[in-house]
């Protein structure tokens, strides 16, 4: 199966974009997304040193309505995110883009 690997320069709002230029150590990997009519639900894998200031700035983030953490290791959790106006999930289902998020 043929495949794409592109790299983004996600603009200001979306909690993402701001959250990893603020920890540009972390990695954050969206494991799934699935964007509703006025919110949008992800469940997301951070990796950082810090991960306990990662997940503060997230759950802080003013379109972050709700964050559960799933399961949590020594740097690792997944969690999962219900978000206010997912406006990249929004934007790729409006143009027809099927996305795979990592």
Known sequence: MAQAR?????????????????FPGAQIQVLTATPGDGAGFALVKVTADDLDEVL?????????????????????????????????????RQAGVPSRCR
Do not use: C, N, Y
């Open 56 to 92: 503060a700035a997230v759950e802080s983030h003013e379109t972050i309505e709700e964050l559960s953490v799933m399961s949590r290791s020594d740097g690792v959790a997944t969690v999962q995110i219900e978000a206010h106006a997912p406006l990249l999930m929004a934007a790729a």
């Open 6 to 22: 592109l790299r983004v320069d996600l603009p200001d709002g979306p909690w993402i974009g701001e959250v990893s230029r603020e």
